[in-house]
């Protein structure tokens, strides 16, 4: 079964940090173009980065210089990366496949999500 | 990058069409044929039912179909069911490797 499964969310303070992981099965995820978008508690869905399946990396201004995306090909897992976590970053954190090996933003396989909360 | 502009809301009857609007710019809707739509109920993971403008992933019923004209486009929601009651997102690609998605549209079926 094609599945992503996030995992490492949680209560942080401002200033912070944390990794999230997404497992991923049935689909090699350095075979294809993979993102992090994320949702505020209320509001829509924001883009945060992606990952292409050469290795290429970029991140929304949001939290440019602040989160790095990356994957770990043994263990078919995307990650990403929050250091100088701010109030406004809280949200759940989805990791999506791309459909296509372009950057459409056509997400055909999404994770259940992990929730990150940031408050001191 | 400015999010992309959708209703905050539409409405319609069991059987009736309804259609959500999303407004971007030159620099996204309008420049690239990479807008997609989603689906998302309370509680739940988006669910891509367009993509590419007018396309539709294996599975999503046909009574959903989008369109674009200038920087704006289109989702349709044909012979509207009980089920089609969600929230819906547009996005877009941007350029320069970003997307940008719409405020979103929460559908109500009467």
């Known amino acids: 079964e094609v599945q992503l499964v996030e995992s490492g969310g949680g209560l942080v303070q401002p200033g912070g940090s944390l990794r999230l992981s997404c497992a991923a099965s049935g689909f090699i995820v350095s075979g294809n173009y993979m993102s992090w978008v994320r949702q505020a508690p209320g509001k829509g869905l924001e883009w945060v980065s992606v990952?292409?399946?050469?290795?290429?990396?970029y991140h929304a201004d949001s939290v440019k210089g602040r989160f790095t995306i990356s994957r770990d090909n043994s263990k078919n897992t995307l990650y990403l990366q929050m250091n100088s976590l701010r109030v406004e970053d809280t949200a759940v954190y989805y990791c999506a496949k791309e459909a296509a090996l372009r950057p459409g933003g056509a997400f055909d396989i999404w994770g259940q999500g992990t929730m990150v909360t940031v408050s001191s | 990058q400015s999010a992309l502009t959708q209703p905050p809301s539409a409405s319609g009857s069991p059987g009736q069409s309804v259609t959500i609007s999303c407004t971007g710019t030159s620099s996204d809707v309008g420049g690239y044929n990479y807008v997609s739509w989603y689906q998302q109920h309370p509680g739940k993971a988006p669910k891509l039912m367009i993509f590419e403008v007018t396309k539709r992933p294996s599975g999503v019923p046909d009574r959903f179909s989008g369109s674009k004209s200038g920087n704006t486009a289109s989702l349709t929601v044909s012979g509207l069911q009980a089920e089609d009651e969600a929230d819906y997102y547009c996005?877009?690609?941007?350029?320069?490797?970003?997307?940008?998605f719409g405020g979103g549209t929460t559908l109500t079926v009467l």
């Open positions: 996005s877009s690609y941007s350029g320069s490797n970003n997307l940008v």
């Open positions: 990952m292409y399946s050469g290795g290429s990396t």
